[in-house]
């Protein structure tokens, strides 16, 4: 089992959802073939998902259950026995759903449906987990709530954690690779070294571009270049390199290489 | 514990029946039931003998009626009323339950985990059946219990048979409610437009089969939601209008309105199962 997190992005269409139902086994009349762990998913569909803890879609939940039954069906099936008051709470807590435990799910906010829905979707500790569309309609503080929840994920064990989001900077955040998916097929498979960042620079036009000759750049047009910066040492001596040529520059942002290589393959202006 | 169908279906069907319990769908409906059902209770207890009157001409007068006739009226009055409530409550339960989930998207949560689509689909029968089942039992105990208080004694044998008859047709209206649901994807005219499309297809086939029939037989075998109440009541239903006969079914009669029954819940499994569970894709 690959042990690495993938996003795969794309414009609306492009068959990322449907790519996941057919991993998740929701779909089961496509053409090709889906194997999960050297196993069809056609043939056999529940020792497959047995595998896979899927989110699909943005489901709205039933109404009239709390979070706690919702959770307690979700580890009944994948189990296969009743759930244990204390995992299920203390799974509760770590979606910070624990003192809404008892409210029927019409009550809660859009954002918590959705961390209750990423919460189903990891129930049994599953080796493959798939969230399409994990981060939307949340908070600043659902997002960060996500990100550490990945990240518990990740150092539990070893697993395949696969997200498609428009969200392009938690997609680069997080993500050791990224699937560029247009049109049904793959544009571009891009394995993400490290943790780093661009940083574009806007400029008025009068730099040589060989100033950044020891960093990775990305000519994005006149007077504008992306540099990709690693850390902070990297940082600070990019503004080094600024300060002593005497570049003068109008605008910096910060993007990560997911919204940079999105941007060119779907041909955006940068 | 490794899954087994059983577990999965007792443990959804639990689970979708809570869902229904708390849903406001399942307190009107409740309330509405017992309210006709105490509005009967009312009229039966204070009002059955001056109902019996309105249909005896006014030139004969009856001082009083030998009970086993005043229990079949009362049995008639209240089965009438009760032949149309399981398929208003199958319209409630069953005529939403998969559309609303393939349109809320709730059915993912289900679909991606070790449950097969007939895993599912059994338990939302058996939740809708059992829902529909709990709020018409509310009437037959509230019919029950007014029989009791009326005559001070226990109903007889033919209401275990009627009450064993109301669950074979609350379990194929269920059944029609949920075909329909799988057919037109939206949930929210369900209801209505399942109580109308049963009501028009039960009446073309009592059309169609009456008239390759006699017209006896034909009544019978056409009618077969009527058919419940011929069973129960073990009378012509019509006696009062055509023939004042209380004369019973015959065996092969009631027989043959239950096999109409199980023929409507073959063809309604038979949709049910080709619409939903072949459908390649659950969107």
């Known amino acids: 089992m690959e042990n690495s997190i993938i996003g795969i992005v794309g414009p609306n269409g492009s068959g990322k959802s449907t790519l996941l139902k057919i991993i998740s086994g929701c779909v089961d009349d496509f053409e090709g073939t889906s194997f999960v762990d050297g ?31 919702m959770l307690e069906i979700a580890y009944k099936l994948r189990k296969g026995e009743n759930g244990n008051r204390i995992e299920i709470e203390s799974n509760l807590e770590s979606l910070g759903l624990l003192s809404k435990k008892n409210v029927p799910l019409r009550d809660l906010s859009s954002g918590e449906k959705k961390r ?20 939307d309609n949340m908070d600043a503080m659902g997002v960060d709530m996500f990100e550490n929840l990945i990240n518990k994920l990740k150092s539990e064990k070893e697993r395949l954690i696969i997200i498609t989001s428009h969200d392009l900077n938690i997609i680069g955040k997080i993500c050791s690779r990224i699937i560029f998916l247009v049109g049904g097929e793959i544009r571009e498979d891009l394995e993400l070294d490290g943790h780093g960042y661009y940083l574009v620079l806007y400029t008025d ?38 300060t002593e040529k005497g570049i003068r520059v109008k605008n910096i942002e910060k993007i990560t290489r997911a919204e940079l290589e999105y941007k060119k393959i779907m041909g955006l202006k940068q | 514990m490794a899954n087994n169908m059983f577990w999965n279906v007792k443990s959804m069907a639990i689970f979708f029946l809570k869902n229904y319990r708390k849903s406001n769908a399942f307190k009107y409906i409740f309330s509405l039931f017992l309210f006709i059902s105490l509005l009967m209770a009312i009229l039966s207890i204070f009002f059955l003998r001056s109902i019996v009157d309105e249909f005896i001409p006014t030139s004969i007068k009856i001082a009083h009626y030998p009970t086993p006739i005043l229990q079949d009226i009362y049995n008639f009055a209240w089965a009438s009323i009760a032949i149309y409530l399981p398929v208003l409550a199958a319209s409630f339960f069953g005529s939403t339950s998969l559309s609303s989930d393939i ?52 109903p007889n044998f033919s209401f275990v048979n009627y009450v064993l008859v109301m669950f074979l047709i609350i379990f194929t209206d269920t059944i029609g409610a949920m075909a329909f649901s799988s057919i037109v994807k939206k949930g929210s005219y369900s209801p209505i ?77 038979f949709i049910l199962y080709t619409v939903f569970l072949r459908r390649g894709e659950i969107s």
């Open chain 1, 39 to 69: 196993i069809s998913i056609v043939e056999n569909h529940k020792e497959c998902v047995r595998k896979v803890g899927a989110l699909i879609e943005n489901p709205w939940l039933y109404s009239y259950v709390n979070s706690y039954e």
């Open chain 1, 116 to 135: 209750l829905s990423i919460g189903l979707a990891v129930v049994g500790s599953p080796d493959i987990i798939i969230l399409d569309e994990p981060t």
């Open chain 1, 205 to 242: 036009g009068n730099f040589n571009p060989e100033s950044f000759e020891n960093y990775k750049t990305d000519h994005q047009g006149i007077g504008k270049i992306a540099v990709w910066i690693e850390n902070e040492q990297m940082l600070n001596s990019f503004f080094n390199t600024i």
């Open chain 2, 103 to 154: 349109e809320s998207k709730n059915i993912y949560h289900f679909m991606t985990m070790p449950v097969s689509k007939e895993e599912y689909l059994l338990s939302k029968v058996l939740s809708c059946y059992i829902a529909s089942v709990m709020s018409v039992f509310l009437f037959l105990a509230v019919q029950f219990i007014t029989y009791m208080i009326i005559f001070r004694s226990f």
């Open chain 2, 193 to 269: 437009g399942f109580i109308v499309v049963f009501l028009l297809i039960t009446n073309i086939v009592s059309l169609l089969i009456s008239g390759m029939t006699t017209l006896d037989d034909g009544y019978i075998i056409t009618n077969a939601q009527r058919v419940a109440f011929l069973i129960f009541l073990n009378i012509d239903p019509y006696f009062m209008v055509f023939t004042g006969s209380l004369s019973g079914l015959s065996l092969n009669v009631e027989l043959l309105s239950i096999y109409i029954q199980i023929g409507y819940t073959v063809v309604f499994s």
